[in-house]
């Protein structure tokens, strides 16, 4: 569950990038009043968290007995 969570959370974040990137538009900025509003900041933080968690993702064993990847 919490890898599900920190995937959708790294999701928002890299398409919050992307829109910076193409658009020079922070959403989360736009959504909560500015990149320098606490809760920007807050929201800012926990997307970096997840990312970090998402990190551990990379390197978890799924060659586990009975895991079946659909084959």
């Given at each position: 569950m919490?890898?599900?969570i920190?995937l959708?959370?790294?999701?928002?974040?890299?398409?919050?990038?992307?829109s910076?990137?193409?658009?020079?538009f922070?959403i989360?900025?736009?959504?909560?009043?500015?990149q320098?509003s606490m809760i920007?900041r807050?929201?800012?933080?926990?997307?970096?968290?997840?990312?970090?968690?998402?990190i551990?993702i990379l390197?978890?064993?799924t060659?586990?007995?009975?895991?079946?990847a659909?084959?």
């Amino acid at each position: 569950m919490m890898d599900k969570i920190a995937l959708i959370l790294s999701i928002i974040g890299g398409l919050n990038w992307g829109s910076i990137g193409l658009f020079q538009f922070d959403i989360v900025a736009w959504i909560f009043g500015g990149q320098d509003s606490m809760i920007s900041r807050i929201v800012y933080a926990i997307v970096g968290i997840a990312s970090i968690w998402c990190i551990s993702i990379l390197f978890k064993n799924t060659d586990k007995k009975g895991y079946d990847a659909g084959h």
